[in-house]
């Protein structure tokens, strides 16, 4: 979403798109990389209690 809200400004305002933009992109990027696939695997003991 904040990708299309930034060519939509661009496109229409006349915003332009800056190096500290481009930076906050990659992070926000990296952040949501990371979260989808950084998972741990569930801890046995908590599989332990499941099967109680």
């Given amino acids: 979403m904040p990708l299309f809200s930034a060519l939509i400004a ?3 305002l006349g915003e332009r ?3 500290f933009h ?3 992109g990659v992070l926000v990027l990296a952040g949501v ?7 741990l695997p ?3 003991a908590s599989r ?3 099967a109680d």
């Fill in 33 to 39: 990389i990371m979260a989808q696939t950084l998972t």
């Fill in 10 to 12: 661009m496109a229409f």
């Fill in 48 to 50: 332990d209690r499941i």
């Fill in 42 to 44: 569930p801890r046995q």
């Fill in 17 to 19: 798109i800056s190096l």
């Fill in 22 to 24: 481009l930076l906050g």
